[in-house]
């Protein structure tokens, strides 16, 4: 039997209303959305656009106005959906007064996991977002945003979800914490899990989805894969190392030759997160303190971006 | 139920690093000042259960608190924290998340009623042993001074082995029974059933298969009644010449007389100025000849002196009668009453009238008069069980506890004659004193469980005991029964529960603020319950009022979410203060109506308008919280059978599971990210 669809809308609308049911705000205007299964799919817009409110649909915490939202082909919230699902909150709204494992313990108690496989997955995930063994022990009260966003995540992955629906999942980390965040997302994409992301810091989205969709005023404006929607069809760029004066010279001769317009020559620059991970990572190694152990970031992570012609 | 477990986990290390046990050492601190300052009359046999009894009286206020304020905080303040989001995302269903709370909840206030309850305790032992020497002291400086021995034989067992446990005969189905034991030289007539003027006891007759409400609507009927009097021959002794009063007018023989309905009582004693308006009861002179003729008009009929309107409330009837001072000792037979219709139609009432208690307190009064046969209280032990016995107690005791009055300088005199079923005798003689708990110690030799009639007589002239069906106990020695305490405790644990679902119930839907003023007044209205369906109107109206007010304010902070504390404490107090004096003005108004013009306003008198009725409707959908709680136990430190803890558990246990039920069907409805 085909596994349906992840995530399917068909003309989900939301309408907010007053106590009165008057209504007060078109938060989402009949959404038609698909999401394949293994793809990382980021739903982009400014404040108030319609991100969360998509979420929240697709978690069962808020009702549709009309339309239609399946996971896995069933209605949101129920539990046989919930049981295939992964959801880190646009803040960690978790029980502040709990410690780091009793809080990966009671989500994985509430997904029935055994009491072995508890430990197990407790200790795996708390490694893996790199909270060190004091962290652990202390009330999440007393943690830090960045801390507060790593336990988030580990709770979401409690259940080694299918489907995992990230609400801001870099906001409040710091960039060596939203580089891990894109390294995992990147990493739990390569063994086949399907992520919705929702953002509005768009480099983060590039970085990291297959496919995105942009929404503003509660309307789906734009929806494609990130190459195609990001792709200049009518300008060339060439990069190359070793080339001499003289070569670079020559090919804009030949490119001007062939009717082409020069349109810039020049030493690309890295990205102001490349150049602050390589200061951050290099004083780390002097320092022989490797920053957590067993953080995707240190094994798993893709090769960085190639540097881009910054004008290009 | 993993997951229900997993939810409770978490309610319960909420309640710990809250810091809710912060709570447990001052309410030990209370209990121990409340006991300490309290008034006692008798510290050696009263002091345990008063110390049981005010333990438990603490632990019940700190489960209110805990139950309301804690569990109604429980769900409101995960929605607002959106911590909810991250709960029900995962698969957890609605029924799973309220149960896990209720049961967290009644999870951490176990724990802290173990831990009051273990700090109680403790103190409960400290005050035993403290009763133990002072019994003995009291034992050294009565005995020289005591005349009948039987009175101090409890005090001394107290010496001996601690505290007793006290065992109370609530709801006795035999007892007390007053009869009047007129003795073997009585030679007046015989089959008549005797009720003694001043005892509250009254002649009582059904009338329900009698066509007189039939009759009625016809025309005025007549109600013959054949009344026995016997005079009081007043053998006491002659005053002395320095206090001889002036003779008094002779009074006739008077009796009360009233139509009533099941439940009703005469209200008081009517008050000159009242003959304008319906009565159903009234005083009767009583001829020598004893029969009495009553007048019975229909309700809507003008009222005049000496003649009743029938109730117009539908229900049983009955015929009352009281013997007023005056008529000393009065009788009837079988077949006294007769029923003479508007058309002279007679119907007869064959049965023997039945001799009944008052029926608010059903409290009997055992009279002392040398001049008239004895009046005696009589009552079985037949719910003794064996192992109430256990371990072989060498001695216990039997307890009344008495409302005595005795003239002044009268040292009162009362016999107990206990009669086994083989007919064999104990009679004890004491000396009871007023409010005071009289307890008889009783062989184990002569008794040790089953059956047992006693009897009880009161000797002194002028002098009267009042007793109350659950005011007989049963004393065992044994130590300040732990046992019993920690059965107390659980009952006060259940009770918590319960409030603890209401809370959860209610905060599905409402914040926190409005959960914890509607989690309050059901608690309120439910602990009022009983008040208010005996309660005039104008009470119910006050109470009426209060209901609006709270759902105005409820609603207001509804409308208000913006508004900080200080506009709702302003609010909240404005409006309470506002019902207040309404009830204040509801209740003046309808005093002023009677007491300055006579008017009664509808309902005054409950016979008219089916007040009660009304609110017996719209109470019933209250949980009755407080049956929960033992009611002897806390009172006074009584025990509590195995059977009704069984009972009130099964009790609980279902009524937390209809609060589950109904707050799952609240939470599935709602969208927990509106």
């Known amino acids: 039997m085909i596994d349906p669809r992840p995530v399917e809308t068909q ?86 007064f709990l410690t780091g494992e009793e809080t990966v313990d009671f989500y994985g108690r509430l997904f029935g996991l055994p009491r072995q496989e508890r430990r197990r997955r407790t200790a795996e995930l708390l490694d893996l977002v790199g909270l060190d063994r004091r962290a652990r022990v202390r009330q999440l009260r007393e943690y830090s945003k960045g801390m507060s966003r790593r336990i988030g995540l580990a709770q979401a992955l409690v259940n080694d979800p299918d489907l995992l629906l990230l609400d801001e999942p870099t906001s409040g980390l710091d960039p060596l914490g939203t580089r891990e965040m894109k390294d995992l997302i990147l990493h739990l994409k390569s063994q086949g899990k399907t992520i919705l992301l929702s953002s509005h810091l768009l480099a983060d989205v590039q970085d990291v989805c297959d496919r995105i969709g942009i929404l503003d005023r509660g309307r789906l404006k734009e929806l494609g894969r990130v190459r195609d929607l990001l792709l200049v069809r009518d300008v060339f760029q060439l990069q190359a190392t070793g080339v001499t004066p003289q070569a670079r010279e020559a090919i804009l001769a030949t490119a001007r030759g062939a009717g082409a317009t020069v349109l810039s020559a020049e030493h690309p620059t890295t990205t102001l997160e490349e150049l602050f991970l390589r200061v951050v990572r290099a004083d780390a190694e002097t320092a022989h303190a490797p920053r957590r152990a067993g953080a995707p970031g240190a094994q798993d992570a893709p090769a960085p971006p190639a540097p881009t012609d910054g004008n290009a | ?76 303040s995960e929605m607002e924290s959106k911590v909810a989001y991250s709960v029900v995302t995962k698969p957890v269903r609605p029924a799973e998340v309220v149960a896990g709370k209720v049961l967290g909840m009644s999870l ?60 109370r005969y609530h709801e006795a189905a035999e007892g007390p029974a007053v009869t009047l034991d007129m003795g073997p030289a009585w030679r007046g007539p015989t089959g008549v059933q005797w009720v003694l003027a001043d005892t509250g006891m009254r002649l009582a007759w059904q009338l329900n298969d009698t066509p007189l409400r039939e009759w009625v609507n016809a025309g005025p009927c007549r109600l013959r009644v054949s009344l026995l009097l016997s005079p009081v021959a007043d053998a006491r002794p002659a005053p002395a010449a320095a206090e001889a009063t002036p003779p008094e007018t002779p009074v006739p023989p008077r009796v009360m007389a009233g139509l009533l309905l099941p439940g009703r009582d005469f209200n008081r004693e009517p008050t000159p100025g009242q003959e304008a308006r319906p009565i159903n009861q009234d005083v009767f002179d009583v001829p020598a000849s004893g029969e009495l003729e009553i007048t019975v008009v229909a309700p809507e009929a003008p009222p005049a002196k000496g003649v009743l309107n029938l109730p117009a409330a539908a229900g049983d009837l009955g015929l009352k009668v009281l013997a007023l001072k005056s008529a000393g000792l009065v009788g009837a037979r079988a077949g006294s009453l007769r029923i003479i219709g508007p058309r002279g139609q007679e119907h007869l009432v064959t049965a023997t009238p039945d001799v009944t208690p008052a029926e608010q307190r059903r409290r009997v009064i055992i009279a002392g008069r040398s001049s008239l046969p004895r009046e005696v209280a009589v009552f079985r032990f037949a719910e003794v069980k ?176 913006r508004w900080t504390l200080w506009p709702r404490i302003g609010a909240v107090a404005g409006l309470l203060t506002l019902a207040a004096f309404f009830g204040f003005a509801a209740t003046t108004v309808e005093k ?67 609060l589950v039920v109904a707050g799952t069907i609240l939470l599935r409805n709602r969208e927990v990210a509106a």
């Not at chain 1, 003309?11 to 205007?29: E, P, Q």
């Not at chain 2, 608690?523 to 609006?548: K, N």
């Not at chain 2, 007491?595 to 209250?622: A, H």
């Open chain 2, 1 to 76: 139920m993993r997951r229900i477990g997993a939810l409770a986990l978490v309610a319960w290390r909420h309640g710990m690093r809250l810091r809710l046990w912060v709570l447990v050492p001052p309410a030990i601190l209370v209990l121990i000042l409340a006991d300490v300052y309290s008034p006692r009359f008798d510290p050696v046999f009263e002091g345990i259960p008063a110390a049981v009894s005010t333990s438990l009286l603490v632990m019940t206020v700190l489960a209110v608190v805990v139950g309301i304020f804690f569990a109604t905080y429980a769900i409101p």
């Open chain 1, 11 to 96: 003309g989900l609308t939301k309408v907010y209303k007053d106590f009165w049911g008057r209504s007060k705000v078109h938060a989402l205007v009949g959404l038609d959305l698909s999401i394949e299964r293994g793809e990382i799919f980021g739903l982009l817009g400014p404040n108030g656009s319609g991100k969360s409110t998509t979420i929240k649909l697709l978690l069962g915490l808020i009702f549709p106005t009309s339309g239609k939202a399946t996971v896995f082909g069933h209605a949101p919230g129920t539990p046989t959906v919930n049981q295939r699902l992964g959801y880190l909150p646009e803040e960690s709204y978790l029980h502040r």
């Open chain 2, 386 to 561: 064996p192992q109430w016995l256990e371990p072989a107690d060498t001695a216990f005791e039997v307890g009344f506890s008495l409302d005595a009055w005795a003239a002044p300088n009268v040292q009162a005199e009362a016999k107990m004659t206990f009669v086994r079923p083989d007919g064999r005798q104990k009679a004890l003689l004491f000396h009871p004193e007023a409010h005071h708990s009289t307890v008889l110690h009783l062989d184990r030799e002569f008794w040790h469980g089953g059956p047992l009639e006693v009897r009880l007589e009161s000797l002194t002239d002028e002098d009267n005991f009042g007793l109350l069906p659950e005011s007989v106990q049963l004393r065992l020695g044994g130590g300040p029964y732990l046992w019993n305490f920690a059965k107390g405790i659980t009952c006060v644990w259940l009770y918590g529960t319960v409030l603890a679902a209401i809370g959860v119930l209610v905060s599905t839907r409402v914040s926190w603020f409005v959960g914890i003023l509607t989690a309050g007044l059901i608690f309120l209205l439910s602990s009022v319950r009983l008040f208010l369906l005996h309660s005039t109107p104008a009470s119910i109206i006050a109470a009426g009022l209060w209901i609006v007010a709270i759902l105005v304010i409820a609603i207001l902070l509804l409308l208000r979410k």
């Open chain 2, 108 to 167: 951490v206030l176990a724990a802290m009623l173990a831990a009051v309850g273990v700090g109680a305790y403790g103190y409960i032992l400290v005050r035993a042993s403290a009763i133990q020497s002072l019994a003995a002291e009291r034992l050294a400086e009565a005995r020289p001074r005591v005349a009948y021995a039987a009175d101090l034989n409890a005090v001394q067992a107290v010496a001996e082995s601690g505290p007793l446990k006290t065992y």
């Open chain 2, 592 to 658: 002023s109506a009677f007491e300055v013009w006579r008017v009664r306003l509808p309902g005054f008198m409950p016979d008219w308008v089916p007040w009660t009725f009304f609110v017996e409707r719209i109470m019933v959908p209250l949980p009755d919280v407080t049956a929960f709680l033992p009611a002897d136990t806390l009172s006074m430190g009584q025990a509590l059978s195995l059977a009704d803890l069984g009972a009130t558990f099964m009790l609980a246990a279902f009524g937390v599971l209809v």
